[in-house]
């Protein structure tokens, strides 16, 4: 939405941030580059309130603080609050090594036992990372892998668990290979598996993965896979070594179907939602890649048939279910509902709730719109404004920050609350055109809210219609780094440029200093970022290429004494794209 992308731009950058490819076209005309509820065990919360993490790593640089001034009330004994879940991702990157997750984003979680919890992540970075340093980039990146978390007595565990090809020990980074991938071995073969919603079946975790066909944005939805991962084998690379844990599991292609009317094919997994021994699976489909008028689809079948599709029965009208995706109805599209890629579909207060980020880029709301049945119809007219995200808006003042990804963690919620998990990014970028991603590890990670139960009643959704304030979420409040705000004059808008960069600065007038046969030359900045070709030849010669430079200056030896040099400085971006150059002519001492 990048790695991360964080980096996300698309015509000519590494590319990131697997569901953002689903909100963005409305404002910018392209795509970029992001279970019923159960109570956690009482010795999980004691871990998460501790935050005593077990890595391997050792001690590392402390994670942004939570802001004391705000309070959040207690929680029942064996939950975690949202504060914690944010922090133990900050800590987990900000301590990553070349084995370890550090930070990108899709995210969905799934209880293996009272002591474990599968994670399932989309883009992701691998480590060392850090609040000041960003994504080192040093160990690779994945569209996909899953991390495994484990309480044990007092402490918890992280082991990122990718397809192979990952670190096997310290200090020795290599390129990772996706868990879920079409391509032989694992590797990505420029597609992009991205996580769906999962959900334990007895002995196995069932994944959803829609995949994207390589190339540029936007990029083409192409069909959805359904990953089948053994419980017992993610529960023992959980608690196997922290460098080198693989796992590769069965996957299988679901049937392709596009509707007669063209489009996208209908991407299923968005969302599951358990009723008894019943899944219910949401999907999507939208009239071209780059429409944002998608249509919600949903199917249903028992649980331990999920990994059947002949079982499966399609929600083809009003009572009607058909065995046939070919007879697949919408359960409702049209102007007035707005679907983004990324939602889930929960029952709370004997109602169903699709539940998603509302508006378009930049918007902070997290919704819920209300439905009598699990097929719909969802009432957009009843939204309840369920969060309204601080510090999100395509503003200097908020790091041109982005929400994306919104949706319902059962794993994660209790009787009182449902948690819900969102990602963030930032679409900032300085004069270099290098990320926010460079900077700071702490924007790109996932981000948790709960939500009381009594915030879906009837008289809090009636309310809210009525134009009421949003419902009030508890939220993890971490401090996170202004960077921006702090230099407001050299962070710009991605979306504001077609190729996704600013214009590079010329460089400013040239200066010397003579030391003999050493000449410092330097010269004003073009802006935070810029790297510096710089050339030089002597009178009568060719240019040559001395040195790049990130500093604007450098210091220039071994040259003739009393003779004359003409010297050259071209400022680029990351992506070598030149601004106007300065020169000027100089006698050596």
């Given at each position: ?14 590319t ?18 992001l279970?019923?509820a159960?109570?956690?065990a ?12 077990a ?49 990108g ?21 691998l ?12 160990s ?47 590797s ?8 769906g919603?999962?959900?334990?079946a ?27 991962f ?44 358990r ?27 028992a ?69 009598a ?26 790091n ?5 990804d ?14 819900i ?12 055109c ?74 400013g ?16 900045s ?64």
């Amino acid at each position: 939405m990048g790695p991360f992308r964080s980096g996300w731009h698309v015509s000519n950058r590494r590319t990131t941030g697997h569901r953002r490819v689903r909100q963005y076209t409305a404002r910018v005309g392209r795509q970029r580059l992001l279970l019923s509820a159960s109570v956690l065990a009482g010795s999980f919360c004691a871990t998460l309130a501790a935050l005593a993490i077990a890595h391997h790593a050792g001690s590392g640089p402390p994670a942004p603080q939570a802001d004391p001034a705000q309070h959040e009330r207690s929680w029942p004994k064996g939950d975690p609050s949202p504060r914690l879940l944010d922090r133990q991702w900050l800590t987990y990157s900000d301590r990553s090594t070349c084995a370890d997750r550090s930070g990108g984003d899709g995210v969905d979680a799934v209880r293996l036992s009272s002591s474990q919890i599968a994670w399932f992540f989309s883009d992701s970075w691998l480590g060392p990372a850090g609040p000041k340093i960003g994504f080192s980039r040093k160990s690779g990146f994945v569209h996909n892998l899953v991390v495994m978390q484990t309480n044990s007595g007092s402490k918890t565990t992280f082991v990122t668990i990718t397809g192979g090809h990952a670190c096997t020990g310290p200090r020795r980074p290599r390129q990772p290979r996706a868990v879920v991938s079409a391509a032989p071995g694992g590797s990505s073969g420029g597609q992009r598996f991205w996580v769906g919603a999962g959900i334990r079946a007895r002995a196995q975790v069932l994944t959803f993965y829609n995949l994207y066909q390589p190339g540029p944005s936007p990029f083409i939805p192409v069909g959805t896979a359904l990953a089948s991962f053994p419980v017992s084998k993610l529960a023992s690379e959980g608690r196997g070594p922290a460098y080198g844990e693989v796992i590769r599991p069965r996957v299988s292609m679901l049937p392709s179907y596009t509707p007669p009317a063209g489009g996208t094919p209908i991407m299923w997994g968005t969302s599951i939602m358990r009723l008894g021994s019943t899944a219910y699976i949401y999907g999507w489909q939208a009239p071209s890649a780059s429409s944002n008028q998608r249509a919600l689809y949903v199917a249903r079948v028992a649980v331990s048939l999920l990994g059947n599709f002949d079982d499966w029965r399609f929600y083809a009208g009003p009572g009607q279910w058909a065995a046939g995706q070919d007879q697949a109805q919408p359960v409702q599209t049209g102007p007035s509902f707005t679907l983004q890629s990324a939602f889930s579909v929960s029952r709370v207060d004997g109602r169903y709730w699709l539940i998603e980020q509302a508006g378009e880029i930049g918007g902070a709301d997290i919704d819920g719109y209300p439905a009598a049945d699990p097929w719909g119809p969802f009432d957009p007219d009843a939204a309840v404004v369920l969060y309204r995200a601080p510090g999100i808006g395509l503003t200097a003042a908020h790091n041109y920050q982005i929400m994306y990804d919104a949706a319902a963690e059962p794993a994660l919620s209790n009787h009182r609350d449902l948690m819900i998990s969102y990602d963030v990014n930032s679409e900032a970028v300085n004069v270099g055109c290098k990320q926010l991603a460079d900077y700071t590890n702490a924007v790109t990670q996932p981000r948790f809210i709960a939500v009381p139960r009594s915030a879906f009643s009837t008289s809090a959704a009636l309310a809210e219609a009525e134009g009421a304030t949003a419902v009030h979420a508890v939220a993890g409040h971490i401090r996170y780094p202004a960077l921006v705000p702090s230099a407001p004059g050299q962070w710009f808008d991605s979306f504001s440029y077609p190729s996704g960069c600013p214009p590079v600065r010329p460089a400013g007038p040239l200066r010397f200093r003579d030391a003999g046969s050493t000449v410092l030359a330097s010269w004003g900045s073009a802006g935070l970022g810029v790297q510096y070709q710089v050339y030089l030849r002597q009178a009568g010669g060719q240019y040559r290429l001395v040195r790049t430079v990130h500093s604007p200056q450098i210091r220039l030896r071994h040259l003739a004494g009393g003779g004359m040099y003409q010297i050259e400085v071209v400022p680029e971006n990351v992506y070598g794209t030149a601004g106007q150059s300065a020169s000027a002519t100089f006698r050596a001492g």
